[in-house]
């Protein structure tokens, strides 16, 4: 059973930058492909960074230039480094992976961006 923990959200002013941490166990990290999603009030989740077993990243375009995904296989921990935060990055964001034909959450961590 993999279990995610996220960490690193707050209060942010527009401009401003957050590092948010993701710490798996129970699995097999180094294989699995690790994803941040976020959702903000009123819409639907979605895809903001993903980084493959094989470090290659692909970014949402509302965030490419500015969040930078990155993982540490000895410490099973993925992380989502946001720069030049706006308003509009203001969302729960969540961590997820798949790990035989299983999807896994975590409990998410709030982002607020203010203006």
């Known amino acids: 059973q993999v279990q995610l923990v996220e960490s690193g959200g707050g209060l942010v002013q527009a401009g401003g930058s957050l590092r948010l941490s993701c710490a798996a166990s129970g699995g097999i990290f180094r294989f699995n492909t690790m994803e941040w999603h976020r959702q903000a009030p009123g819409k639907q989740r979605e895809l903001v960074a993903s980084i493959t077993s094989g470090r290659s990243t692909n970014y949402a375009d509302s965030v490419k230039g500015r969040f930078i995904i990155s993982r540490d296989n000895a410490k099973n921990t993925v992380y989502l480094q946001m720069n030049s935060l706006k308003p509009e990055d203001t969302a729960v964001y969540y961590c997820?992976?798949?790990?035989?034909?299983?999807?896994?959450w975590g409990q998410g961590t709030q982002v607020t961006v203010s203006s």
């Open positions: 997820r992976c798949i790990e035989h034909y299983t999807i896994y």
